[in-house]
């Protein structure tokens, strides 16, 4: 059975703090995520890697950088939180999208989600 | 950065209940996915739609993806307590990368 976990269900930190989140997938998954989860906003993309050390911004990424130093796990650091980073933070894995005629991207799994306070 | 709108945002209903929810784009996508997710838990899959005009059906669910493939519908028949939850749908682009909808909530009361 396919596996995301994060690193904490809820986290609270103080602003300016250097906060990290984790995200392990046992799926050798090439592709993973960070998305931050708000009312109404639906899933807005921070980051995303295609591979290890690879990287690339999505809508939101101000604010934030990424690690990927294996492949299995990918980090979110908040270098200096602030009270509009209070969300609720969810990594996903996928494969790769491949070209065919009826390629598509693929399923994302997802983990269950970090919820961060930033007070 | 193109948006994918649902309606409803929220839905509030009584089991037994069918109820429609709409997911719109003004641009044109590969497939498209629709996801759930309950609370404390990530999103899940449920169907990807790939052909214009494509009907699927997962037990009481029916997704419908448009001919012009901008927009998609997920019927739910009868619905049971256990179909609460946040209804996502995601546009596929052709990259590595999905577009999401804003999200509809569903309630479904015993």
């Known amino acids: 059975d396919v596996k995301v976990t994060q690193s904490s269900r809820y986290l609270v930190k103080r602003t300016g703090e250097k906060v990290f989140l984790e995200c392990v997938q046992d799926?050798?998954?090439?592709?993973m995520f960070w998305y931050r989860q708000d009312p109404g906003l639906g899933l807005r993309l921070i980051y995303f890697?295609?591979?290890?050390?690879?990287?690339e911004k999505g809508d939101i990424p101000e604010g934030y950088s990424v690690s990927r130093e294996k492949k299995e796990r990918f980090s979110l650091i908040l270098e200096s939180a602030s009270t509009n980073q209070t969300s609720m933070y969810l990594c996903?894995?996928?494969?790769?999208?491949?070209?065919?005629?009826?390629?598509?991207?693929?399923?994302?799994?997802f983990g269950p989600g970090t919820r961060l306070t930033v007070l | 950065t193109q948006l994918l709108e649902q309606s409803p945002q929220f839905l509030s209903i009584q089991e037994g209940e069918n109820l429609t929810v709409y997911c719109n784009s003004s641009?044109?996508?590969?497939?498209l996915q629709w996801y759930r997710q309950e609370p404390g838990e990530g999103p899940v899959l449920l169907v990807t739609?790939?052909?214009?005009?494509e009907v699927k059906k997962l037990k009481r669910l029916t997704f419908q993806f448009g001919d012009a493939r901008k927009d998609s519908s997920l019927h739910i028949t009868a619905a049971q307590p256990g179909d609460t939850g946040l209804y996502l749908c995601?546009?596929?682009?052709?990259?590595?990368?999905?577009?999401f909808g804003t999200g509809t909530r569903l309630q479904v009361f015993p």
């Open positions: 996903a894995s996928s494969l790769p999208w491949t070209s065919g005629s009826f390629s598509y991207t693929d399923t994302q799994y």
């Open positions: 799926m050798d998954h090439e592709n």
């Open positions: 890697s295609y591979d290890v050390k690879m990287k």
């Open positions: 641009s044109v996508f590969s497939s």
């Open positions: 739609v790939v052909t214009g005009g």
């Open positions: 995601a546009g596929d682009e052709n990259t590595d990368k999905l577009i």
